[in-house]
Every structure is written in C-alpha cells, then in structure tokens.
C-alpha cells in the first residue's frame, strides 16, 4: 500500500469516527433541547399564572416584578455566549461519564490518570469525563489539522507520519498538561507544609478544637494556602457530609505521596479520636520540617555552584585571558613584526 493510500485510509477513519460521534452528540443535544423546550413551556406557564395573581393581589408589587424580570432577561442575554460554552462543557463532561467505566474508558483514564487528577484537585466524575473527552477530541482534531497544513495532499511518507505524530500528540497533549499541573502542587504542598503546622500550633494554642482550626484555615488563609486549604475544605465538606475524620483525609494523606503530610494527617486523627495537647508535638514537627527544607536548599545551592562553575569557564575565562595575557600578546606580535621588517 503507498504513503496516497494509506493518507487517504486515515483520512477515511478520522472523517468515520468523527461523523459517529457527532451523530451522538447530536443525538443528545436534541434530546436536551426537547427537554428544555418542554421544561421553559411549563415554567412559563407557571410564571404566567403567578403573574397574573400578584397583579390582582399587588398592581404595584407586580409591575416591580415585571421590571427585575426584564433586568433579569437582559442580563441572560449579554451572559448567553459565557452559558453557551459551560453548557458545551457540561456536555462533553456527562458524554465522558457515561464511557469512564467502559473498558475504553478505563485504557484511556487510567488509575494512574486518576490518581494525577486527584492531585490536581479534580475530585469529581466530571472532570474525569471531562479529561477523556479532551484527550479522544485532541486525537482526532490534531491530524485533521496535520493534513490541512499540508493541503489535504500527502507526499510520500510525510504524510502518514505526520498524521501519526499529531495524533499521539492530541493523545497525549491533556496528560502533559494535568502532570505538569500535579508536580507543580506537590511541589506547593512541600512548601505549604511547615506554615499549615505553625498554624495549626497556633490555633490548637488559643483554644480552637479541630474542626475549628481547620475551619479557619480553609476560610482566612487561603492566600497563605491556596493548595492545601483547598484540600482541607474537601476534607470538611465530606466530614460534614457523614464521613468520619480519617475517612475524610484519607485521600489528603494518600493522594500526594508525600511522607511528612501523612505524619500530619495520622496525628490530626489522633487528636480528633483520642485529644490531647498538640503544641509540643506540632512544634517538634514544624523544626523538623524547616531543618530538612534548610538540608535542601543547602543541596540545592551546592548544586547551583557547580553549574554557575561552568558558566563562568565559558563566559569569564575568556575575559580573564585577554585582560591578563593581551598585552603580552600584543607586545609579542610587534616585536616580531620590527624584527621582520628589519
């Protein structure tokens, strides 16, 4: 099979898969308007009713009604572009729930994909369906963009290995960028973690229990926390909802890998089970954590001066050597240029 073939047979495959799932697509989005078109009537109808008894209850009242109600619809308007593109995402989201728990679903979002999600703070089905949706759509609109670039017109075996590359890049495009999101927050909770355990001494200190302290985290220093407080506000959700203190972070303790939280995590459920005095522990804690961030920036500054080494090998030796030997030099090329002219 030559490379025209075989460009034509991708071609073929991109445009087929593309057509079915706009045909699902399709499908649901008319279904959802027949839904919202049934819906809007009968809310209308119900809007028409009240309407008209606060107009005979209250002319005045209603006509103030009537005046927000208009505000109110101007304002949808100039908001409908923004709703239109969380409708398409909400969309796309509810299409990717209903294939994560298929075999597809799981190969595409792995448990490994899951578990980086996590760390990047998507808890929720949703952005998990979300995550394959953009990962099967980079896949198939890369290589159509691939071959528009060349014209739709594959030379040789370009065109193919073209296609080929731009489809694992789609493939491959959203899991660079949720990695990359997730080392970024690791790399916050390291930095977060000795001022959430100054914290927590200092508000275990005046008196707060736990859930107090915890609380005021999530609400006043979300600045100074943007990672973890985010974390523990999911925390104090699903203990709200029911779950117990361990169960609630049991994913803060498991989901970052990180060693020093689950020491954190296992002392917080300690003093939510049994109670106690924290302040010694939690500071004992926080002179760890600082002497070990002390230990790497040491290492880290070890490491800049033997790169900065070879910098200056590279852009100050060669100064230092016209400075120190150029008139040497200078003198040298005179000299023997006297002496053959003489």
Wanted: aromatic share 4%; hydrophobic share 50%.
């Amino acid at each position: 099979m030559d490379a025209q073939r075989l460009a034509a047979l991708a071609i073929a495959c991109v445009a087929l898969v593309s057509l079915l799932m706009g045909a699902a697509l399709w499908r649901r989005h008319a279904a959802a308007r027949r839904s919202a078109r049934v819906l809007t009537a009968a809310l209308e109808r119900r809007a028409g009713q009240a309407q008209a008894a606060a107009q005979r209850a209250q002319p005045a009242g209603a006509s103030n009604a009537m005046q927000a109600d208009t505000d109110g619809a101007a304002w949808e308007r100039t908001s409908g572009a923004s709703k239109g593109w969380q409708r398409l995402i909400a969309r796309a989201s509810e299409a990717g729930m209903r294939w994560l728990d298929t075999p597809l679903g799981r190969q595409i979002v792995a448990e490994e994909d899951r578990r980086v999600l996590e760390q990047c703070g998507f808890v929720d089905a949703r952005a998990r369906g979300l995550f394959l949706i953009a990962r099967i759509g980079g896949a198939l609109v890369l290589p159509v963009i691939a071959l528009a670039s060349i014209g739709f017109h594959p030379q040789g075996p370009r065109g193919p290995a073209l296609v080929l590359i731009a489809l694992l890049a789609g493939f491959m495009l959203p899991k660079i960028v949720v990695r990359r999101r997730a080392a970024a927050r690791r790399q916050a909770v390291i930095d977060e973690l000795p001022m959430l355990v100054d914290l927590l001494r200092l508000l275990q200190g005046v008196g707060l229990s736990l859930d107090q302290s915890l609380q005021v985290m999530v609400n006043d220093f979300r600045n100074v926390l943007p990672v973890l407080s985010g974390e523990l506000a999911i925390a104090q959700r699903q203990a709200a909802a029911g779950r117990t203190r361990e169960q609630s972070l049991h994913r803060l303790a498991s989901s970052y890998a990180n060693e020093d939280l689950r020491a954190i995590v296992r002392l917080l459920i300690q003093v939510d089970r049994h109670g106690g005095a924290v302040q010694e522990p939690l500071k004992q804690f926080g002179d760890r954590l600082r002497e070990a961030r002390r230990a790497m920036l040491r290492e880290r500054i070890g490491r800049l001066t033997v790169k900065m080494t070879g910098v200056m090998v590279v852009t100050l030796l060669p100064a230092l050597l016209i400075v120190t030997a150029g008139p040497g030099v200078l003198a040298v090329v005179h000299s023997l240029s006297a002496s053959t002219h003489r």
